[in-house]
């Protein structure tokens, strides 16, 4: 993908401007990150940061030329959002909904997957592959972006995804739920060497560095797909 089709499929997402972003955080509307101009505090700005603050969204300071890039040349007025294609979801009532159709639990783990492509792509194998969901980390990884939605070719309204703020004290949780961890990395089992009875939680790491060092000791087995 070129630069230009890139900035294209970013600008799909976002809400520019003071008044705009305002309402859409106002309203409820799912938003992943809200981006404010490096020292820009002026006027409603620091209004608009607390109110994305109480509901949870994340903050990020760019700098006014990346801001500028971003929003394509339009008049941002300091800030800008990006909106979640899609509704999060609760990581219970994917629990819940393997429960009504009396299948036990398998749900994958995106440990800083960065590429929105690679995002969506996971979406629609879970999809394909029947898992009950898709855990995202708030922070340092893609988020429900346009181009996400796009490459799961419409499976991103049929898995549910759930954005939490810390992986490994969310594993420690479905741990205390009865799930067994499993980490995808090349140094571990086979893949069909390994029994997956119960619950199943597969860990797929980021494209550069895998799966980060404190997920992984909190895997319970490592499972690799040989090549």
Not at 99 to 119: G, T, V, W
């Amino acid at each position: 993908m070129n630069p230009s089709e890139k900035d294209r499929e970013e600008e799909q997402d976002l809400i520019i401007g003071r008044n705009a972003v305002l309402e859409a955080v106002r309203s409820g509307r799912e938003i992943d990150t809200l981006f404010v101009a490096k020292g820009d505090r002026s006027g409603s700005i620091g209004m608009i940061i607390g109110k994305a603050a109480e509901n949870g969204i994340v903050v990020k300071d760019v700098d006014r030329r990346k801001l500028d890039a971003m929003c394509g040349g339009a008049n941002h007025q300091g800030i800008a959002a990006r909106a979640a294609a899609h509704k999060y979801a609760d990581i219970q009532d994917m629990l819940a909904a393997a429960e009504e159709k009396n299948e036990q639990p398998f749900l994958i783990i995106c440990d800083e997957i960065e590429d929105p492509h690679n995002l969506g792509a996971i979406i629609r194998s879970a999809d394909a592959c029947g898992a009950h969901g898709v855990i995202i980390p708030k922070r340092r990884g893609v988020s429900l972006t346009y181009a996400v939605s796009k490459v799961s070719a419409g499976a991103v309204e049929y898995v549910p995804v759930a954005r939490v703020s810390n992986l490994a004290s969310t594993i420690d949780d479905l741990k205390k739920e009865g799930f067994w961890i499993y980490g995808a990395d090349m140094d571990g089992t086979p893949w069909d060497k390994q029994d997956y009875s119960g619950k199943v939680a597969l860990v797929i790491g980021s494209e550069g560095r895998g799966i980060s060092r404190l997920v992984k000791e909190k895997c319970d087995f490592i499972v690799s797909l040989p090549m």
